[in-house]
């Protein structure tokens, strides 16, 4: 079935650094990917939509300047935290679907981001 | 914009038990339900979903029910088992393909053998 590849799984950075996350699809080309961000023994709560191409679409209260998505392959999405800070620290998770707009989302497992 | 609510929190069965998590949405322009488990620390799968055209769908011990007039949503699970033991969470979308997904704030479910 259709994999979804997050990479780093966990990460720990000093706080001021930026740790990039990367979301690959492994056998199928995804137009869209989408980054949540899941805060302990909560729901997952949508970032920002990232769209092959060009500009992220970004939902409201989440900085577009603080949590940079590039996307620029149809099977590779990124998301940067700048300047992080402990409040950052969350799990972040993408998804991504193929190109049939039927087709499932699947899931990356995750990127735990401790910043201390 | 859509709003979920998940009810309930926590839930704890007996093994062999059923279990039903229920789920509102605001948004009557919302026309698609996925329901998907997550372990912890893993990422969340899709086990059911359910679309605006149809008022149940079953698969295996998994059921869902869709009250579009109430606007809620149900997850039924049979014949409970300790692996089903996991966080659940419901979803409500207007784009019909899934996108732009608004998620309830999870159950948490454990079965006791």
């Known amino acids: 079935g259709a994999v979804v590849s997050q990479h780093p799984s966990r990460v720990i950075c000093k706080s001021g650094t930026s740790v990039k996350i990367e979301c690959r699809s492994l056998d199928f080309q995804a137009t869209t990917m989408f980054w949540y961000r899941q805060f302990p023994k909560q729901s997952l709560m949508l970032m920002a939509t990232s769209n092959e191409g060009s500009k992220a679409t970004y939902e409201q209260g989440v900085e577009k300047d603080k949590f940079l998505i590039n996307h620029a392959s149809l099977t590779l999405s990124t998301l940067t935290v700048t300047s992080a800070h402990p409040e950052d620290s969350s799990f972040y998770i993408c998804s991504a679907r193929g190109l049939d707009q039927r087709s499932p989302l699947h899931f990356g497992n995750g990127t735990r981001l401790t910043v201390t | ?113």
């Open chain 2, 1 to 113: 914009g859509e709003n979920v609510e998940q009810h309930p929190s926590t839930l704890s069965v007996q093994e062999g038990d059923s279990a039903v998590i229920k789920c509102t949405y605001s948004d009557s322009a919302s026309n698609y339900f996925p329901w998907y488990k997550q372990e912890l620390g893993k990422r969340p799968q899709l086990i059911i979903d359910i679309r605006s055209n149809v008022g149940e769908k079953k698969d295996q011990r998994i059921a869902v029910t869709l009250n579009k007039t109430a606007k809620h949503f149900s997850l039924h699970i049979t014949e409970t088992q300790p692996e089903d033991s996991a966080v659940y969470f419901c979803a409500a979308s207007r784009d019909n393909a899934g996108n732009m997904l608004t998620f309830g704030g999870g159950t948490r479910l454990m079965v006791k053998p």
